[in-house]
């Protein structure tokens, strides 16, 4: 079975800190994802890696960063937190290609509250 | 550009009762389909996937749901609700520039009385 983890389940930052939030997959795969997930609005994408140091925007990128320096780890940061960052965040990872290769496996996923 | 809708962002039946979740999509491209289930405080579990083969697919915990081209419909069903699904539900298709992302619907809330 596919295994992706998350460092914290829940945290609490003030405004202005720098946040990071690790994910590690144990299966090998090629491709990770950060989401975030708002009521209502479902996943939306934030920054994805292909490749280890490869890295693309997202749909919302703004305000975060990432680090993907070995194949299985794949960190967001918020450079300075701000109230509206607060959310679930949600890491992913797949394979490369499309269909049943590209099928994602989630993690447990981090609630994160901004002060 | 593709996009995902589900109607509906609350459902709820009868233990016992036939569970429908309805999703449409759009896509320029042959679309891979899925469905996945989010339990409270859980991350997302995938329940099935539609990836060109058979029309009509069956998934985890006893759902299935069915491709529809003509209709743009991947709706997900269950003839028999239990407590334990009582969960979000999200529908999701792939991206036509980058196939390895997905576009997320805006979830159902799936509650179910006894």
């Known amino acids: 079975d596919v295994k992706v983890t998350q460092s914290s389940r829940y945290l609490v930052k003030r405004t202005g800190e720098k946040v990071f939030l690790e994910c590690v997959q144990d299966?090998?795969?090629?491709?990770m994802f950060w989401y975030r997930q708002d009521p209502g609005l479902g996943l939306r994408l934030i920054y994805f890696?292909?490749?280890?140091?490869?890295?693309e925007k997202g749909d919302i990128p703004e305000g975060y960063s990432v680090s993907r320096e070995k194949k299985e780890r794949f960190s967001l940061i918020l450079e300075s937190a701000s109230t509206n960052q607060t959310s679930m965040y949600l890491c992913?990872?797949?394979?490369?290609?499309?269909?049943?290769?590209?099928?994602?496996?989630f993690g447990p996923g981090t609630r994160l509250l901004v002060l | 550009a593709q996009s995902v809708t589900q109607l509906g962002s609350h459902v709820s039946v009868s233990e016992g009762a036939l569970v429908l979740l309805r999703c449409n999509y759009s896509?320029?491209?042959?679309?891979?389909l899925f469905w996945y289930v989010q339990y409270p405080n859980q991350g997302l579990q995938l329940l099935l996937k539609y990836t060109s083969a058979a029309t009509l697919v069956k998934g985890i915990n006893g759902f299935e749901a069915e491709f529809k081209k003509s209709e743009t419909s991947f709706h997900l069903t269950k003839p028999s609700a239990h407590m334990s699904d009582a969960a979000e539900y999200f529908c999701a298709v792939s991206r036509g520039d980058s196939s390895y992302k997905l576009i997320f619907g805006s979830g159902t809330r799936l509650l179910v009385r006894p």
């Open positions: 992913a990872s797949s394979l490369e290609g499309r269909g049943e290769l590209g099928t994602q496996y």
């Open positions: 890696s292909y490749d280890v140091k490869m890295k």
């Open positions: 896509s320029s491209v042959p679309p891979y």
């Open positions: 299966m090998d795969h090629e491709n």
